[in-house]
């Protein structure tokens, strides 16, 4: 569902789920210059405002005519994405303790490729508002990266981060969100509990009355995050068309997460494989006694949410402040606490579940990049045409 602009964090009233999705947060918020100690006297908050906007010693010396720069675009960011205000609010709250002159960040939520053909629609007549885009959609990611439509910005932040954060000029990647399955506990239990796709399709086959039908995943017709998720799945994991061919036909598609989630809670359906982990956990923390899931033990998805300043930024230097906090260390927090997972190595045990983590627990080899690789349209075309030949109707 879209969310219209203006969307304000800090105006709307947080639900249970981003409560839950906040749990692990340390009651307060840490800036890139380490917390901001108390005083009570103007002296004390001016120093503390001082330390607050203070840049890591890493940081290039002349980052302050960034921050000067933000202070003269009026205090305004506009963010295009494909994620709720709840996953927002914990990051947007964090950037304006660190930079509080900038008092209004606007967001919505809109499909991951929606959000770049508002940007493109609107950008062709000279008036898009947006100064970030972040979206989970490898291809688009390709073409706007291709097309020269990113502001090639160099994040002080890279040399923290893995070789993926930063894949092509000015793309960077705000999160590495595992893929998982998940099934209604109160009908699967003890060996009918799938662990991976081989073993949802062995299950689907000695019992249909249970499983026939009542399978899904994403269409891969309809959403090109589902397309990307089982395209490299195919393209790195041996036997991997083998067992679509034959959990297919007892699948369901749906176009989002959402409503499969929802209808394996109801019993609609039992099992579903490839969801996002940024719905599924937090249903889960919602609804244990009838949700559960688990990682892919034949291969776990990693997806590579993108994210990007588009040269027609009417705040760009307020976007690198936003880019910037997101790939550091107290953002990457935030990013956590937002409900993504995040990959920077430096977190450690402060968070609960990150790139590093996922990978320890499901083995390297296990894992299945979702990155920013082009795929030609007559290859996809083809993908497609055959992925929905062997689909349940």
């Not at 000279?126 to 291809?139: F, I, M, R, T, W």
């Not at 039908?213 to 083998?242: C, E, L, M």
């Not at 300043?309 to 997101?326: E, F, G, R, W």
């Not at 627990?361 to 030609?376: H, M, T, W």
Request: hydrophobic letters at 35%; charged letters at 20%.
């Amino acid at each position: 569902m879209t969310t219209q602009l203006p969307h304000s964090i800090g105006s709307a009233p947080l639900n249970r789920r981003s409560f839950l999705r906040g749990a692990l947060a340390a009651g307060s918020i840490a800036t890139l210059g380490g917390l901001a100690g108390c005083g009570s006297s103007s002296n004390g908050a001016t120093k503390i405002a001082a330390k607050a906007t203070a840049a890591p010693s890493y940081y290039p010396s002349n980052y302050g005519a960034i921050i000067s720069a933000a202070k003269k675009e009026g205090g305004k960011l506009t963010i295009y994405s494909n994620m709720d205000v709840v996953n927002w609010k914990p990051i947007i709250d964090g950037f304006q303790k660190l930079y509080p002159f900038v008092s209004s960040v606007s967001t919505n939520n809109l499909d991951s490729s929606e959000v770049f053909e508002r940007y493109y629609s609107e950008s062709a007549a000279n008036k898009s508002p947006a100064a970030l885009l972040v979206s989970g959609d490898p291809q688009n990611w390709v073409r706007f990266a291709k097309g020269n439509h990113a502001l090639d910005y160099k994040s002080p932040e890279v040399a923290k981060l893995p070789d993926f954060a930063n894949p092509m000029p000015g793309l960077y990647t705000f999160s590495a969100d595992p893929i998982l399955m998940a099934w209604n506990k109160t009908i699967l239990t003890g060996d009918k509990v799938p662990t991976g796709l081989g073993s949802l399709a062995a299950l689907a086959k000695k019992d249909p009355s249970t499983f026939n039908r009542k399978i899904t995943t994403y269409d891969i017709g309809a959403t090109s995050f589902g397309f990307a998720i089982d395209w490299n799945y195919v393209q790195q994991k041996s036997g991997a068309w083998d067992k679509l061919q034959a959990l297919l036909p007892a699948t369901r598609a749906e176009s989002s997460s959402g409503p499969m989630v929802e209808k394996i809670q109801s019993g609609e359906y039992v099992a579903g494989y490839f969801l996002s982990s940024t719905v599924v956990l937090p249903a889960v923390e919602e609804s244990d006694a009838v949700l559960d899931w688990s990682y892919i033990d034949d291969g776990t998805p990693i997806f590579l949410r993108g994210m990007a300043i588009p040269k027609t930024s009417p705040t760009p230097a307020t976007a690198k402040l936003m880019l910037d906090y997101v790939l550091s260390k107290p953002g990457q927090q935030q990013v956590y606490n937002g409900g993504f997972t995040p990959y920077r190595p430096d977190l450690g045990s402060s968070v609960s579940r990150s790139y590093q983590q996922v990978t320890n627990k499901v083995g390297k080899d296990n894992v299945v990049i979702i990155g920013y690789d082009a795929v030609p349209d007559d290859q996809a075309k083809a993908f497609i045409d055959r992925w929905t030949g062997y689909l349940g109707h």
